[in-house]
């Protein structure tokens, strides 16, 4: 049994200098056999796990990550929570997992910093302004939170954006979300890893695997570097890997695995406390707690499992940021680093059976997946769990590419993709 | 970010290029017979290959020439260049 994290606990601990804080979770060897191993320990894998064991009473069940929990893409991405898509399928999916972001502190026991400090996204052209507005009130149609701003509202709720007509694209409006914010990524993963281990879920780190081992059309296991691991169900959740995985099982995703960039400026005093995002000059840009300015940047164009992405794009970004933040023009930035995004495309997720039985998928979240961790783990956990999707990600089935029924939504994606 | 040498223009920077994804996806010769599983195949499903991949790439910004490349999805290296219609070489 945990400890339960509380003030009482972080003082009792402060007595004997935090030296004696339990395990968050622990370090087993495999099973021989599993009912189902999650491939991939990010925070989808781990969060997938979690929901089958808490609502689905699956007990029984392994993640499997070939490096350390959290140290993909979780720890890559820019935080970004927001529910303010298009389609009447994406808003269902992503205001499903914001409103699980709402309580999840609370549910799991952990502290994810989770900040409703609200999400603005510019127009600067006529077509962003008519795009935005549609989706502003596609959104309320849908029950989502949303408001269109005038540029003088831009200003007024984030003054430090240059709102001068005589910038080369410049602020026309913008929409916000303030439900939307941001959320602290590790905290996600490690919150989520110790729920479901105290459950009895079993969580392997440095754990390849090598192989998928098929009987006709079903699955028996899976060949890691730990050893064979017998199972009936499989959820692969590797993000720009699903490829690589897929092909294991002998068949083929409608992927292509590109580097998406980011970077972290040195810390500096509060400035701006929400967060800004500009697809048509692509730039975004938020504060963490810590002061760090963090900015995301582009995908490149080309596939490429390299993790590190093209020196225009992080300067096409910095010139976009620097435009509409003068502020911020002798700012120095502290790290870059790219990570590998598996995007679809039409722009939307696939969590999905498969034509093999016990073989599932969630996959194709692309440049922003993280925002809908809770949610896509709890989704794909009924999916594997009852072998049918839940009505929320019926339309995110892979089978979508055979009968056309696509959701697209590159408009909607934050950044061009 | 790489080098790439156009078979036309000589080495130029990557950014000069437009990639072009898998290469060899041939065009169905009798499109009105295909099952739409054979269409999502043709236009949406691919390799996605970690490793030697061969792919296209148009050199956008110069002479605007399609051209084909093998290269290593790990690294970016480039391992050869070949032109269209031509057989690419083994690696």
Request: proline content about 4%; glycine content about 10%; overall charge positive.
């Amino acid at each position: 049994m945990k400890n339960k994290y509380s003030i009482f606990s972080l003082i009792k601990n402060a007595f004997s200098y935090h030296e004696n804080w339990q395990k968050a979770w622990k370090d087993p060897a495999p099973k021989k056999e599993y009912d189902a191993v999650i491939i991939g320990g990010g925070g989808h894998g781990l969060a997938t796990a979690y929901y089958l064991a808490k609502k689905h009473n699956m007990k029984n069940i392994a993640v499997v990550e070939k490096g350390w929990i959290g140290g993909g893409n979780t720890g890559r991405n820019t935080t970004i929570i927001r529910s303010n898509y298009l389609w009447d399928a994406s808003t269902g999916l992503y205001d499903h997992a914001l409103k699980l972001w709402e309580g999840l502190s609370q549910e799991i026991n952990y502290n994810v910093m989770f900040s409703q400090r609200g999400v603005m996204n510019l127009a600067h052209n006529l077509q962003d302004i008519r795009d935005l507005k549609r989706r502003t009130h596609g959104n309320r149609l849908n029950g989502i939170d949303a408001v269109y701003l005038s540029t003088e509202e831009v200003k007024k709720f984030c003054p430090i954006i240059n709102t001068s007509p005589d910038i080369r694209y410049p602020v026309l409006g913008g929409t916000l979300q303030r439900r939307a914010g941001t959320a602290r990524h590790d905290a996600v993963a490690w919150g989520y890893a110790r729920g479901a281990d105290e459950m009895g879920v079993d969580i392997i780190q440095n754990c390849e695997v090598k192989g998928i081992k098929r009987n006709g059309d079903e699955v028996e296991g899976i060949e890691t570097t730990k050893g064979f691991i017998k199972t009936k169900k499989i959820g692969v959740v590797a993000a720009g890997h699903s490829s690589v995985l897929a092909n294991m099982a002998g068949l083929r995703l409608p992927l292509e695995s590109k580097p998406l960039q980011a970077l972290v400026s040195e810390p500096v005093k509060p400035i701006i406390d929400t967060v800004v995002m500009s697809n048509a000059v692509h730039a975004y840009v938020s504060q963490s707690d810590k002061g760090e300015l963090v900015i995301g940047a582009g995908t490149d164009d080309y596939i490429s499992y390299s993790q590190k992405g093209s020196h225009d794009i992080v300067e096409g970004t910095l010139n976009a940021i620097l435009e509409l933040y003068p502020i911020f023009s002798r700012m120095k930035m502290l790290r870059q680093w790219g990570g590998i995004v598996d995007i679809c495309p039409d722009a939307s997720p696939i969590i999905s059976k498969t034509g093999v039985k016990g073989l599932y998928f969630n996959c194709g979240w692309g440049t922003g997946g993280f925002k809908a961790t809770p949610g896509s783990g709890d989704l794909f956990a009924h999916t594997i769990a009852n072998d049918e999707p839940h009505k929320l990600n019926a339309a995110f089935n892979l089978n979508r590419f055979v009968s056309g029924d696509l959701v697209d939504e590159h408009g909607a994606a934050a950044v061009a993709h | 970010m790489f080098l790439i040498s156009c078979p036309y223009c000589g080495v130029r920077e990557q950014s000069e290029f437009k990639a072009g994804g898998e290469a060899h996806i041939e065009r169905p010769k009798q499109p009105t017979e295909l099952s739409d599983g054979e269409w999502a195949e043709y236009l949406f499903m691919r390799k996605n290959i970690k490793g030697i991949q061969l792919e296209r790439w148009n050199h956008a910004h110069g002479c605007r020439k399609w051209f084909n490349a093998v290269r290593d999805t790990t690294n970016d290296e480039i391992k050869a260049i070949y032109k269209m219609g031509e057989k690419p070489p083994t690696i």
